[in-house]
T-cell receptor, first 111, second 116 residues
Framework: KNQVEQSPQSLIILEGKNCTLQ??????????LRWYKQDTGRGPVSLTI?????NTKSNGRYTATLDADTKQSSLHITASQLSDSASYIC??????????FGRGTSLIVHP | DTEVTQTPKHLVMGMTNKKSLKCEQHMGHRAMYWYKQKAKKPPELMFVYSYEKLSINESVPSRFSPECPNSSLLNLHLHALQPEDSALYLC???????????????FGPGTRLTVL
């Protein structure tokens, strides 16, 4: 069964600090992995998308890594801002174009 | 235009009402999706349209009826809903619906539905 597990479930950090979110998946075959940011009550916004040949992808202060061998991905946020408070969702697509969603990591950035 | 729009933003309806949710994109995408999302849960796929044809129905109750009038528009008709159907309904689109392609989904802002 295709699964995407994210950790931690929630995270609280101080403004200006860095943090790393984890995503482990069992989706096979693998097509691509995406990280989304979702503000409460809003639709998800894409941060990065990576195929199996890509190890790192950056989008401003967001850097995603992918290890297709161990089926792990991480999202690193640098110099966090209050506006980074949101849910971060890892989504993996495989042989079917129906993606598998993780449950998300809820990030709270305190001043 | 790289945006998916949804209307209305909020909808309150009774269990006997008939209403529709609308979704529009002008990115030339040929796959469009409806998702349902409950609080603190990931989105759950409901329907997928590929090239304006319904390709996936994830065992959704018939009180939800999708419609794709053209390649830019996607509707979700609602009838005789239950209070447990209250949720955020998200529309998404992607370049095409074929597997193993680089197929990023763009989401709309969602419609917050409350069923009384």
């Amino acid at each position: 069964k295709n699964q995407v597990e994210q950790s931690p479930q929630s995270l609280i950090i101080l403004e200006g600090k860095n943090c790393t979110l984890q995503c482990n998946y069992t989706v096979s075959p693998f097509s691509n992995l995406r990280w989304y940011k979702q503000d409460t009550g809003r639709g998800p916004v894409s941060l990065t998308i990576m195929t199996f040949s890509e190890n790192t992808k950056s989008n401003g202060r967001y850097t995603a890594t992918l290890d297709a061998d161990t089926k792990q991905s991480s999202l690193h946020i640098t110099a966090s801002q209050l506006s980074d408070s949101a849910s971060y969702i890892c989504v993996v697509s495989g042989g079917s174009y129906i993606p598998t969603f993780g449950r998300g990591t809820s990030l709270i950035v305190h001043p | 235009d790289t945006e998916v729009t949804q209307t209305p933003k909020h909808l309150v309806m009774g269990m006997t009402n008939k209403k529709s949710l609308k979704c529009e994109q002008h990115m030339g995408h040929r796959a469009m999706y409806w998702y349902k999302q409950k609080a603190k849960k990931p989105p759950e796929l409901m329907f997928v349209y590929s090239y304006e044809k319904l390709s996936i129905n994830e065992s959704v109750p018939s009180r939800f009826s999708p419609e794709c009038p053209n390649s830019s528009l996607l509707n979700l008709h609602l009838h005789a809903l239950q209070p447990e159907d209250s949720a955020l309904y998200l529309c998404a689109s992607s370049q095409d619906g074929q597997p193993v392609t680089y197929n990023e989904q763009f989401f709309g802002p969602g419609t917050r539905l409350t069923v009384l």
